[in-house]
């Protein structure tokens, strides 16, 4: 499989990673028909909001970080941002001046010697450190982003892992320092967006999507996000299917009525029926899903163009 060389500059000496923390660019796209999913960052806007505050190429890789709990070390001078979630960022420097306290969603510098502390986050799942230049990793099949099911692409991060960083290739970068945050927190139920089909046929009331509130199940990943049903999806079709193509945000239900929501390292195929496709955007707010939070889902009509 083509695996290309790493190049970069040793940035960041790891700390510690918290939960998991990956490495994640735009995925490798084009190669489902051999068995591989895209992957990639899994709140991908979040992701972009990243690498365009440090003026960074939208290729470029981050660090997708679950939970909180980063910590890095700088071995030479870097900008950095956190974006998607809410939470704390400390920088402790190696000057011996006092720490600064800073928070996500803000342009970070940093100097040689500085400790970068990111705190646990208070609302979101996963949030994206961007870093300007790039984080740098050996690519496979033209990523570098890590895929869970499959194996393929860099490890999760260990403490005394060194980060390599790109160098950036002009001196342009955003004035804005800061950004609003992306996602609302707080929120008692989330809501998503979803286009019905390809089998919503293939149930007694496809309806029943988005008539009843989900719960989050603690089993979920970046393959796929377990919802459990107060009123389970009953179907009415009971042949076999045979396997077909899935996409990142669909529904796939199995006989026991609980649908899955496909994430960024979903299986390529399935063989439980596919009752409807997240939007976009209520895809990226999948990343940020926590065990027990509540989903309900809004049907998104579809212009019928051939009439």
Known sequence: MGVDRCEGVDTFEVIATGPQTLIQDRGRAGFTSVGVCASGCFDRLSAARANHAVGNDPDCAVLEVLMGGLELRALRSAMLIVTGVACSVTVLPSSGQPARRLFSNRVVDVAEGDCINIGMFSAGMRGYVGVRGGVRAAKVLG?????????????????????????????????????????????????????????????????????QTFTVGSDSNRVGVRLAAAHPLERVVDQELASEGTVRGAIQVPPNGHPVIFGPDHPVTGGYPVIGVLSGRSSDRCAHLAPGDLVRFRRRQVQNFTK
Do not use: K, N, Y
């Open 143 to 211: 990523s570098c982003s890590t895929d869970v099911m499959s194996g393929l692409g860099p490890a999760p991060l260990t403490q005394g892992d060194v980060l390599a960083v790109g160098v950036a290739e002009s001196g342009w970068h955003p004035a804005l320092r800061e950004l609003t945050p992306l996602w609302r927190a707080g929120q008692r139920v989330v809501e998503l967006e979803v286009i019905m089909g390809p089998r919503d046929g293939w149930f007694r009331d496809p309806a029943a999507l988005c008539s």
